[in-house]
Structures are given as structure tokens and as C-alpha cells.
């Protein structure tokens, strides 16, 4: 409804000669006009809340619909507070009334604004855990759920573990008794260092052109092999405990790599400088030797070598100090599920090959889930804590040491994403090499499976003495895994049947199966050096 005319002019009343009538006469004229505001307020306000209940699917999403419905019923339609607000500084001014006014109207616009002829069902909508919306819903409740029920199933767990068989951990298992033969493993340690410096003289030969590039192939060669080789022989020959043979041979492993990154980047670098002079390239390739370079190189959490990193501006000594600590309690928990629990089922258990089936797979599936923990806090300690502690000493800004392998869908999807220093390495320094000498790609995957898995065979048997390729045969199994999961996923249409597969296969049955493989298999080797 619109007013044209003020009331003040519509009325004659005020207009007079004489001083009183007009005075009484804009008195009486005051009082109307706000009585005639109240009236107007009231009536815009009615007619707001009467839109704001009228159905207008079209025009609003579900979202805005139960946020009106929300507020209508909570205390009035935010239409009306708006039009009285509007006239609210008028009531104020004309007689200071507002506020008595706008609890008269949210009275008024509450029983107006949800009425109970209004519809309640305005569209189509289908329920959170249908098929349809499941995956559209936010889960985080349930996942809260998961953890509280996790963590209260696994402390009931511990507790009665305890008070079963009493704390079970002892320091023999993780260092020999025989402390003072294990000198010659550190020693092995403090001496490998050698061997980048030795290949840093090789490089230093070839840009002084002392000697040409297929000698330095053939020195590099020997100082890769070397490098192996050596802590090799340390390990069988005086026999450490199982960690420091493990730590030693994740050393020398790690030393090999980046010795192959360096040597092979040098040479790429000298093939592409060369190119630049003749004028077969339009880029600037410097091909420099740097021992900076290289020091850094093998201080940093890479295995890719090059001349330059980006680098953070400074360190986070608080960030580094709580990583430090997560480290040490994730290392001891680590220690106590091995030993508590891990232990014991081992001890308890007979060869998988050689003993019951039924009763192999009961023990593979108790191991399961401790070594499942274990491996999850392994991961944690090394490649998120570790890492990002070295890298931030370091200033080492390329942080993706991993990726989110827990969604994989393929196996070879997890070998690409859990660990990517490695990953990387393997893609530079193997895959696409030979895919530029023209080996098929399907070769070429299998190449990189192979190493990977000599690898993993390597830092297993040398410290166990015996070499019966349970982790070679692990991993290479993993290759007709892929066909297959591959195969599933496109029948089932589904990521989630790759990611069971995953789960199911690499977590519960093999890396249990692989424990009690290689556990029989070394007590079976001691009894017989016993004998």
C-alpha cells in the first residue's frame, strides 16, 4: 500500500492564525501521524512474513529454505525486523516508542511466519545414507565414532594384555647381547662417506677433461658397486643384531641411490651442454661440479640430485622440537606393540608352509592387526616426522615425501604415492630411461618392480644371513595383483574394490605372511648353527 500524501499535508489542521488552535492543532496532528506510522509498520510487516511463507522452490535452494524455516520459527522473519528497523529512528523520534512496537510485531510475525497450513515437504530429497547421497554427506561424526571406539576397544586390549603377561619387553631383540661386536658396523657407517667423495673426484676429472665420459661410466660403476658391496660383507662377517644390520643396510641402500642420481644427472648434463654448443639446443644447460652441491645433496631428503633445491627462508626450531617429540613417542609406541604383542604371536606360531593351514591363517590374522599398527606407525615416524625434521634443519622446501596412499586404488597407484623419493628416483633414473631406448612401457614397469623388489630382498636377508627371497617374491607378486585388481575395477565399476583389494592384500595377509616367513626361517637357521 502507498501513501502520496504526509498526513500533515492532507490536513488542514495547523494552518491557522491563532497561536493556540495551532498549537493544539500540531499536537493533535503528531499523535495521528504516529498513530498512522504504527499502522503502516504493522501492515508491512504483516505482508513481508505473508511472502515469506509463500512455497518458491524455484527461487530458493533447500539450504535458504530451512535457514527461513529456522528463523521464522525462532523468532520472526528477518523481513520483518528489517521493515522495523526501517521506521524504528522515525518511532524514536516522534515519540520513543520502538521499542514496545517491535515486540508487538515479532509477536505479530510469529504467528504468521510458520502457520500450520504452510508446506512442510517443498522438494525432492532423498535420505543421508542412500545410495544415491551417501557419498555427498560429510562423515566426520561417524569418523570421530571410529576413532573413540578404536581407541577405547585397543586400551582395553593393552590393559588386559598387561595384566595377563605382565610387560614383556626386553632390550635383547633390539640390541645384541654381544654390544662390543657390533663396532664394526659403525665404524661401516662412519666410513661411507668416501664413496661420494671419490665420485666427486671422478666428476672433477671429467670437467677438467683429464678423462673422457666412458671411463668415468666405468668408475662410477665401481664405486656404486663398491658402496653395496662393502657393508654387505661387514654384516655377514660379524653377525649384529637384526637393527643394525637393518639400519646399516638402509644406510648404504640409500648411499647407492643417490651415487646413481649423481653420476647419472653429471652425465646428462655434460650430453646436454654439449648439445648446446653444437647449436641443437635452444636452452642454457651449465654443467657445473659443485662439492657444495653434493653435500647438501647427500644431507637432503632426496634421491634425485641437482644443483639447486628450493629452500624455505628460515627454521621453525619450535616446529622441529614438537616433530622431535612425536618421534619419540611414536618410536616407542612402535617398540612396545612389537614386543607386547608381535613377539609373542610369532613365538607361538608354526612355519605358515609347513604347519596347519587353518591354524597358519588364525596366526596371520592375529598378526595382522598389531603389524598393521606397527607399519602405520613406521611410516608416521619415518616419512612424515623424520623427513620433515631433516628437512626443515636443512631448509629443504619440497616437502612430498608421500602422498594420500590410503585412498589407492591399484597397487601400483600405492607403490607411486606412499614413498616419492623413491618414486621419483625410479621414474628419473629408470622408467623413462628405458622408454628412451625404446624398451616397451609394460618392460619397463617390470624393470622398476624388480629393482624394487631386489631392494627390499637386499635390506631384509643380509641382516637375517639367508636369502630365501620371501620379500623378492612379495613384491613381484604384486604385478599379476595389479592385472587383476585392474580387471575387478572395471567390472565393478568402483575405486572402492581397488582399495580393499589394497588393504586386504598387502596389510592383512602379505606383510604378516612375510613376517612369519622370514621369523621361522631365521630361528630355523640359528638351531641349525646351534647343531
Not at 530458493?60 to 525486523?81: H, L, P, T, Y
Not at 663396532?183 to 678423462?211: D, G, H
Request: proline share 4%.
Amino acid at each position: 500500500m502507498a501513501i502520496n500524501e504526509t498526513p500533515l499535508e492532507s490536513s488542514g489542521v495547523g494552518q491557522g492564525s491563532g497561536g493556540e488552535v495551532g498549537d493544539s492543532g500540531s499536537e493533535s496532528s503528531n499523535v495521528r501521524n504516529c498513530d498512522l506510522i504504527q499502522k503502516l509498520r504493522r501492515r508491512r510487516g504483516l505482508e513481508a512474513a505473508a511472502d515469506a511463507v509463500v512455497v518458491d522452490g524455484d527461487a530458493k535452494s533447500a539450504a535458504a529454505e530451512d535457514k527461513s524455516e529456522i528463523r521464522s520459527v525462532g523468532g520472526g522473519m528477518e523481513s520483518v525486523g528489517e521493515s522495523g528497523n526501517k521506521f524504528s529512528d522515525g518511532n524514536d523520534q516522534n515519540g520513543g516508542n520502538g521499542g514496545g512496537s517491535r515486540e508487538a510485531d515479532d509477536g505479530m510475525s510469529f504467528k504468521v511466519s510458520y502457520r500450520a497450513s504452510s508446506p512442510a515437504h517443498r522438494r525432492i530429497k532423498e535420505s543421508p545414507l542412500s545410495s544415491d547421497a551417501i557419498f555427498r554427506q560429510s562423515h566426520a561424526g561417524l569418523f570421530n565414532l571410529c576413532i573413540v571406539v578404536l581407541v577405547a576397544v585397543n586400551s582395553r586390549l593393552i590393559i588386559e594384555n598387561l595384566m595377563k603377561y605382565g610387560l614383556l619387553i626386553r632390550m635383547g631383540f633390539w640390541f645384541s647381547s654381544k654390544s662390543l661386536m657390533d663396532w664394526p658396523v659403525l665404524m661401516c657407517c662412519l666410513s661411507l662417506p668416501i664413496f661420494p667423495i671419490t665420485a666427486f673426484l671422478v666428476e672433477k676429472l671429467v670437467q677438467k677433461k683429464r678423462i673422457i665420459d666412458p671411463v668415468a661410466v666405468v668408475l662410477h660403476m665401481m664405486i656404486t658397486t663398491a658402496a653395496i658391496v662393502y657393508p654387505v660383507l661387514v654384516i655377514l662377517w660379524c653377525d649384529p643384531a637384526i637393527t643394525s644390520g637393518v639400519t646399516l643396510m638402509l644406510f648404504a641402500c640409500t648411499m647407492l641411490l643417490k651415487l646413481i642420481s649423481y653420476a647419472h644427472t653429471n652425465y646428462d648434463m655434460r650430453a646436454l651442454s654439449k648439445s648446446h654448443h653444437k647449436g641443437e639446443s635452444n636452452m642454457d644447460y651449465t654443467y657445473e661440479v659443485s662439492f657444495k652441491s653434493l653435500l647438501y645433496f647427500m644431507a637432503a631428503p632426496t634421491l634425485c640430485y641437482q644443483l639447486s633445491y628450493p629452500r624455505n627462508a628460515c627454521i621453525r626450531k619450535r616446529w622441529v622440537a614438537s616433530l622431535l617429540v612425536k618421534f619419540i613417542i611414536f618410536a616407542g609406541l612402535m617398540g612396545f606393540i612389537i614386543e607386547q604383542y608381535i613377539n609373542p604371536i610369532v613365538r607361538n606360531s608354526q612355519h605358515p608352509l609347513k604347519g596347519n593351514l587353518l591354524y597358519a591363517i588364525e596366526r596371520v590374522l592375529k598378526l595382522s592387526v598389531p603389524n598393521l599398527y606397527v607399519w602405520l606407525c613406521m611410516f608416521y615416524c619415518f616419512f612424515h616426522l623424520w623427513l620433515n625434521i631433516l628437512a626443515e634443519l636443512l631448509r629443504f622446501g619440497d616437502r612430498e615425501f608421500y602422498k594420500d596412499w590410503w585412498n589407492a586404488r591399484t597397487i601400483d597407484e600405492y607403490w607411486r604415492m606412499w614413498n616419492m623419493p623413491v618414486h621419483k628416483w625410479m621414474v628419473r633414473h629408470v622408467y623413462f630411461p628405458c622408454l628412451r631406448i625404446g624398451i616397451p612401457k609394460g618392460v619397463a614397469i617390470l624393470i622398476v618392480f624388480f629393482i624394487s623388489a631386489a631392494f627390499h630382498e637386499l635390506c631384509i636377508a643380509v641382516p637375517c644371513h639367508m636369502f630365501k627371497c620371501w620379500a623378492f617374491i612379495g613384491i613381484m607378486f604384486q604385478v599379476p595383483l595389479v592385472i587383476l585388481t585392474n580387471l575387478l575395477q572395471n567390472k565393478f565399476r568402483s575405486p572402492m574394490v581397488g582399495n580393499m583389494i589394497f588393504w586386504s592384500f598387502f596389510s592383512i595377509f602379505g606383510q604378516p605372511m612375510c613376517v612369519l616367513l622370514y621369523y621361522h626361517d631365521m630361528m630355523n637357521r640359528k638351531l641349525n648353527d646351534q647343531g
